[in-house]
């Protein structure tokens, strides 16, 4: 087991970048600590898979070096490596039963019979596997066949890092759940590093303690969930992270004022915004929006009752501004005004924040 | 919810059994028509009963005939399966050699049957063939029309020459099919290349595997035109398969009766083993 670090990172899948855009993954440091939840959040094609890639070493990266510990591992193959990973889909050896699965990379790595017996038991145990594991594993469903996979993962002792590569996509809504939470009970005894790749924020943020995400080759922020969802670094987070997402508003800053229309916003950033003068962006989670008395003239648009509170759709203009109101709330039919918790308003300059 | 009943949906399968009767049935009949009378030349039939089916399992150029056939198609299939996989095995996943292996491996199959055999006739020519001259130049005394063990390599040679590619193509359909990660995953399993073909490779080539060995088995069962052109059955009987055989008896002889009780035959055999085959290969399958 070790610390991951991620030093200068690049990679390219052409011969010879030039630009940017030629970057799969561009310019990327992170450190991650032993035994850390860690989620990288994305949507498809932003690079997750790459980063992935390179991590268990079936890619080499083009720059950069990726450590475990102190050791450079950059450039060794997967196997030297001690990591597992789970796939996207199930990869179960057909032929062979549930223990032998478990069993097989113990067993190609030389491990004396009785304790691969003792591993394999301890981790059935753990998955709910126990009673399984004289079956065929072709035999089994979906979810029993991801088990396997994450069985595997699971299988030897002392790995550096488990990887789930959006493991749960081929199961169903109801068994996701479960295995959710499995993932994060065994990810507290087991004390294993994991870093799980999903574009489900749910499954990010109920998983991980440190989110990762990325856009574009790049990783926009990393941080708990919570400074995700109070302090988005960039638009992108915003409204890639919560349901419905961040509301993005067009706004005017002039002598450290920030203006819709006709109408001063407090915000928590203004003391950031400096001499900065211009057109800018007022990022705002429909969580910390209410109506009030006086504020932004908005029209009710439409109203979703989510069953747990009521999302409310306003228009300013045509600028469609998201709420949340609780279920007894009155909506106001006209005459109706915004208001914004200034400690959870920020200000965006061409899409990050301004600080 | 009603339901209709309509009869008249029989009349649009009619085509389909029209064809089928006209392509299989009325031949096959026939041919069970011939194998239960005696026939003379002026189309008069007399009834024969089961005599003719007596007689073929009688007799012994029949079991002669069914054991060369067996010999020849268990030893294409043990050369021509591994060889086919292990071919397949070597060739590229991707990039431009794809299309050029599969072009080559093709090939022979887009050979017509008589040029195949008409093909290595003269290329295992002793006197003047390249394969022939360059074995007895070598020191063989290799003559394939006169050495029955020389008839019989030049056969399995021609064969699997001409044959392994169908086997190779379907094996390396079965491997392309497998997902990147199965391999992704076995590499950090740590699994040795061995394994890897041993619990990833191998099972699941399984399904193409049992269609390319169901027709090869059917395929050489039925061979015909490549041995007839290549040795004739020679020398003397010593490549006489059941096909040409047969064909001696129907044509080079006129024994409709005893020729069709032995297609009949040669037919259930050919049924038979491949349900069997099949069966036992799905019931696998299953479990």
Redesign the interface.
């Known amino acids: 087991m070790a610390k991951i670090t991620l030093k200068d990172l690049r990679h390219s899948y052409l011969a010879n970048p030039q630009t940017p855009a030629d970057y799969a993954l561009k310019r990327l440091d992170l450190e991650w600590r032993d035994g850390g939840a860690y989620a990288l959040l994305g949507p498809s094609g932003c690079g997750k898979t790459t980063l992935l890639n390179i991590i268990?070493g079936?890619l080499v990266p083009s720059h950069g070096q990726v450590l475990f510990g102190e050791r450079d591992v950059t450039r060794l193959?997967?196997?030297a490596r001690d990591?597992?990973?789970v796939?996207?889909?199930p990869?179960v050896?057909?032929?062979?039963s549930v223990y032998d699965n478990l069993a097989?990379?113990l067993r190609?790595?030389g491990v004396p019979e009785d304790q691969v017996d003792k591993r394999v038991r301890i981790i059935a145990e753990m998955i709910d596997l126990t009673g399984m594991l004289e079956r065929?594993a072709s035999?089994l469903t979906a979810d029993g066949k991801q088990k396997i996979?994450l069985g595997?993962g699971l299988v030897r002792e002392n790995v550096n890092v488990i990887m789930f590569d959006e493991p749960l996509t081929v199961i169903d809504p109801h068994l996701k759940w479960l295995l959710r939470s499995k993932l994060k009970e065994l990810h507290q005894k087991l004390g294993t590093t994991m870093i799980y790749v999903t574009h489900d924020q749910t499954e990010a943020l109920t998983f991980a303690d440190q989110v990762v995400v990325m856009k574009d080759g790049e990783v926009v922020q990393s941080g708990t969930p919570v400074e995700l969802f109070e302090k988005p670094h960039h638009t992108f987070v915003g409204h890639f992270i919560g349901s419905p997402g961040m509301n993005i508003i067009p706004c005017q800053v002039s002598g450290g004022q920030v203006r819709v229309g006709e109408n001063t916003i407090e915000v928590g950033n203004a003391g950031k915004l400096g001499t900065r003068e211009g057109m800018f962006e007022l990022g705002v989670r429909p969580e910390f929006t209410t109506f009030a008395k006086t504020g932004l003239p908005v029209s009710v648009a439409k109203v979703t009752d989510t069953g747990r509170n009521k999302i409310v759709d306003t228009r300013h203009g045509k600028l469609s501004i998201k709420l949340l109101v609780g279920n007894g709330a009155e909506i106001p039919s006209e005459n109706a005004h915004l208001a914004f918790d200034a400690a959870h308003a920020q200000v965006y300059d061409n899409g990050w924040l301004a600080e | 919810m009603n339901k209709t009943v309509n009869q008249k949906a029989w009349f649009l399968v009619l085509p389909v059994v029209i064809l089928v009767a006209f392509n299989a049935l009325i031949p096959l009949m026939t041919v069970v028509n011939y194998s239960v009378q005696e026939t003379f030349g002026d189309n008069t039939f007399f009834w024969s009963g089961v005599r003719w089916f007596e007689q073929i399992l009688q007799s012994d150029r029949f079991w002669a005939s069914l054991g060369r056939q067996l010999f020849f198609t268990f030893t294409i299939l043990l050369i021509e399966v591994p060889l086919g996989v292990a071919i397949a095995l070597t060739m590229p996943k991707k990039g431009p050699w794809v299309s050029v292996c599969l072009v080559l491996m093709a090939l022979p199959l887009l050979i017509p049957y008589n040029v195949v055999g008409a093909m290595w006739n003269i290329f295992a020519l002793p006197d003047i063939g390249l394969l022939g001259k360059l074995l007895n130049s070598i020191g063989f005394d290799y003559n394939y029309t006169r050495q029955t063990g020389d008839a019989w390599f030049t056969l399995i040679l021609m064969d699997v020459w001409h044959w392994t590619s169908l086997v190779v193509l379907l094996a390396y359909a079965g491997l392309v099919s497998i997902p990147d990660a199965y391999f992704q995953a076995a590499k950090i399993d740590g699994a040795s290349s061995w394994k890897i073909f041993r619990f990833i490779q191998l099972p699941k080539m399984k399904r193409v595997l049992t269609i390319a060995i169901l027709l090869r088995f059917m395929d050489s069962f039925n061979i015909y035109t490549e041995p007839v052109v290549l040795t004739g059955g020679g020398p003397g009987n010593s490549t006489t398969l059941l096909s040409i055989d047969l064909v001696k008896i129907a044509l080079g002889q006129f024994d409709l009766g005893p020729a069709a009780a032995m297609s009949l035959v040669y037919f259930l055999i050919i049924l038979l083993t491949s349900w069997i085959f099949y069966t036992l290969m799905m019931r696998n399958e299953e479990q």
């Open positions: 268990s079936l193959p997967t196997e990591i597992a990973q796939f996207q889909f990869v050896y057909d032929t062979m097989f990379p190609n790595r065929r035999g996979s595997r």
